[in-house]
């Protein structure tokens, strides 16, 4: 489960109402640690390139795992999404940002499924 800033702040317990509910369909949800905020839109504005190195890195970090990522904001959804699809369709792009991933011992493969909450 990513995160994001949503639920670090005032709706942290919806995590734990979540891991609930998951619960009664036979569902561990676990927390993807070690991300960081999508950056909304905001960030895409004024640096597309910085957009999808920070959310190629919150993919890496679930690959590394060897799980996909559910999502439950919108924003976060489709701001994480858009990256993933402009990684998996621009080799030279996924070459660039995996260079900077490196630094991190990660890498940006496109093997994690993003999922929104309510596809899933």
């Excluded at 979540?18 to 004024?46: A, H, S």
Aim: aromatic fraction near 8%; charge should be negative.
């Amino acid at each position: 489960f990513y995160q994001g800033c949503c639920f670090q702040g005032q709706d942290a317990h919806m995590f734990e109402t979540m891991k609930e509910v998951f619960k009664m369909i036979d569902i561990e949800l676990e927390l993807l640690e070690e991300t960081t905020c999508c950056g909304g839109n905001t960030i895409d504005e004024e640096n597309r390139k910085l957009s999808y190195a920070i959310n190629a890195r919150n993919i890496a970090l679930a690959e590394a795992r060897g799980v996909d990522m559910l999502i439950s904001c919108n924003t976060c959804y489709m701001v994480i999404a858009k990256a993933k699809r402009a990684l998996d369709t621009n080799k030279k792009l996924r070459e660039e940002i995996n260079d900077l991933l490196k630094e991190e011992g990660l890498e940006y493969k496109g093997t994690s499924k993003i999922w929104h909450l309510l596809d899933f």
